[in-house]
Each structure stands twice: as C-alpha cells, then as structure tokens.
Nanobody, 122 residues
C-alpha cells in the first residue's frame, strides 16, 4: 500500500514537498517513482529512484527543479518540488516496482498510491 501526502496550493516560483509512505512490500528492493496527471491528459513520468537511492531519473520538464529521494529505514519516498510553474498543476502519484531497480514507464510499476493534488497559481 502506498499513501501519498503533501499536495496543496502553491504560487509560481514556490516549493512543495510530497511524501509517500509504503507498507506491505519489500521497499528496499523496489524501484520507486512519481508520476503526474493533469485533467484530460495521460499520466506522465516525473521522477524515479533506484533501490539504494544512488541513481535518480527525471523528466526533462522537471529536471533541475524537482528532487526525488528515499529513506529505506522509514519506507518513504519524497519529491521536493521547486521553482514551481502553473504547468506543474496535476494529481501526483507515487508508484512502486518491487524487484525492479528503477523504472520510467507506468507499465513497469505494480503498485500505485492515491493521487495528491498540486495546484500552482500564476
């Protein structure tokens, strides 16, 4: 089970931090990722992190502004979002891929949390 939190309203240029708590899976051996879906669009990859957190991957649209991290002792994965833009407005989903080092496509993820809404005003 994945439980995402931290969404809300932010102004353009501001910051938000999303967190996702995992239970019921082997978190330390799960690739973790964040995706987002704006109204009327497909769910898109945002960021991914490997088991130990040594490697991270980002969509071009968020590179340099967002940072994904994980704490295997606490079974949590975070997404620090900075320099927010109105186009970052979306429902954000965390996802887990047990046994997969990392994944950047939604098809590779077996478990999904509920979305947390991020709204960025201009």
């Amino acid at each position: 089970q994945l439980q995402a939190s931290g969404g809300g309203l932010a102004q353009a240029g501001g910051s938000l931090r999303l967190s996702c708590a995992a239970s019921g899976l082997t978190f330390s051996y799960s690739g973790m990722g964040w995706f987002r879906q704006a109204p009327g669009t497909e769910r898109k990859f945002v960021a991914a992190i490997t088991w130990g957190g040594s490697r991270t991957f980002y969509a071009d649209s968020v590179k340099g502004r967002f940072t994904i991290s994980r704490d295997n002792a606490k079974n949590t994965v975070n997404l620090q979002m900075g320099s927010l833009k109105p186009e970052d407005t979306a429902d954000y989903y965390c996802a887990a891929a047990p046994g997969v080092l990392y994944a950047t496509t939604s098809e590779e993820y077996a478990y999904w949390g509920q979305g947390t809404l991020v709204t960025v005003s201009s």
